[in-house]
């Protein structure tokens, strides 16, 4: 199982590319929704990582109030992702960084969750594919 681990080099953690990511379609940026996550992401050529997705996951305050409560959701979000990642394999010379962003205001199950990942990882995956 040693496939299914998430490394360092697949999180995004550059404030520039962070800052691309979220600066909209003027930056080539795409975006998907699919209760309760909301997918962002573009196509990034000059990041240096071998991998072809870089991800973050992120559960604002303003949804759920508790500390323990985005824990739990970005924990769950990992989860589906980490599992979901091999079924959607990217072309090896894809960049892509990809944010994750909880949209929904309560704790949701991890079915929800892993549905929501799986199809906006088919609609990454196809734009992959389509560049």
Not at 41 to 61: A, E, Q, Y
Not at 73 to 93: G, I, N, T
């Amino acid at each position: 199982m040693k496939g299914l681990r998430l490394y360092k080099k697949e999180k995004l953690c550059s404030p520039v590319a962070i800052d691309m990511l979220f600066a909209g379609r003027r930056a080539g940026a795409q975006a998907a929704i699919a209760y309760p996550l909301r997918a962002v992401w573009r196509s990034n050529p000059g990041r240096r990582s071998d991998s072809p997705v870089t991800f973050l996951i992120s559960v604002p305050k303003k949804r759920l109030r508790h500390a323990v409560d985005r824990v739990a959701m970005r924990r769950r979000v990992r989860e589906a992702y980490r599992l979901a990642r091999p079924d959607f394999p990217m072309p090896d010379d894809a960049r892509i960084d990809l944010a994750f962003v909880y949209v929904a205001d309560r704790l949701m199950p991890y079915a929800s969750v892993d549905r929501a990942v799986r199809r906006l990882m088919e609609k990454v995956r196809a734009y992959a594919a389509a560049e």
